[in-house]
T-cell receptor, first 114, second 112 residues
Framework: AQSVAQPEDQVNVAEGNPLTVKCTYSVSGNPYLFWYVQYPNRGLQFLLKYITGDNLVKGSYGFEAEFNKSQTSFHLKKPSALVSDSALYFCAVRDNGRDDKIIFGKGTRLHILP | EAQVTQNPRYLITVTGKKLTVTCSQNMNHEYMSWYRQDPGLGLRQIYYSMNVEVTDKGDVPEGYKVSRKEKRNFPLILESPSPNQTSLYFC???????????FGSGTRLTVV
């Protein structure tokens, strides 16, 4: 079965430090991977996606994600965290059994401490 | 401004009283979808539509209906709401297929 996992419910990072939000996936075939962010009282916003090509994908707001095929991971990263990055982050993967559907992880809440 | 508009933002209703949550997009997107978000469960897809007059069930369709008579609109209908449908609902659209969604701001529904 296709699945995506975000192993941490919450991540705390001091402002200015690098941040990583973890995501692992399990799909048959080539993965299509996505990151979304949800700020308080808002809908989700698309951050970035990996479909093919360079393993390091750059997205909005200074975020990037590294695709690692051998570890089946797609971790979200940012070199220097801002307090305004505090939000709920969702990883998602295309269901290769049904390519009209994507599967969302349960989300990781990121707290950036001033 | 390109956007997905959901209404209402907040709704409290009683068990069994039919309701409709509207969703409209102004980007000429073909693909539209409804999700519900519950703590600890992430987002689960309710229904989706790949184009006008084409709809299909997602993971949790029970108790919901949708229609897609026009490209821009994709209303979610709860014929007889129950308390277990209390949730935060999101409509989303994309050009074709669920890649790079634009989400609405959400509808927080409480059924008492």
């Amino acid at each position: 079965a296709q699945s995506v996992a975000q192993p941490e419910d919450q991540v705390n990072v001091a402002e200015g430090n690098p941040l990583t939000v973890k995501c692992t996936y399990s799909v048959s075939g080539n993965p299509y991977l996505f990151w979304y962010v949800q700020y308080p009282n808002r809908g989700l916003q698309f951050l970035l996606k990996y479909i093919t090509g360079d393993n390091l994908v750059k997205g909005s707001y200074g975020f990037e994600a590294e695709f690692n095929k051998s570890q089946t991971s797609f971790h979200l990263k940012k070199p220097s965290a801002l307090v305004s990055d505090s939000a709920l982050y969702f990883c998602a993967v295309r269901d290769n059994g049904r390519d009209d559907k994507i599967i969302f992880g349960k989300g990781t809440r990121l707290h950036i401490l001033p | 401004e390109a956007q997905v508009t959901q209404n209402p933002r907040y709704l409290i209703t009683v068990t069994g009283k039919k309701l409709t949550v509207t969703c409209s997009q102004n980007m000429n997107h073909e693909y539209m979808s409804w999700y519900r978000q519950d703590p600890g469960l992430g987002l689960r897809q309710i229904y989706y539509s790949m184009n006008v007059e084409v709809t299909d069930k997602g993971d949790v369709p029970e108790g919901y209906k949708v229609s897609r008579k026009e490209k821009r609109n994709f209303p979610l209908i709860l014929e007889s709401p129950s308390p277990n449908q209390t949730s935060l609902y999101f409509c989303a659209s994309s050009l074709s297929g669920p890649y790079g969604y634009t989400f609405g701001s959400g509808t927080r529904l409480t059924v008492v």
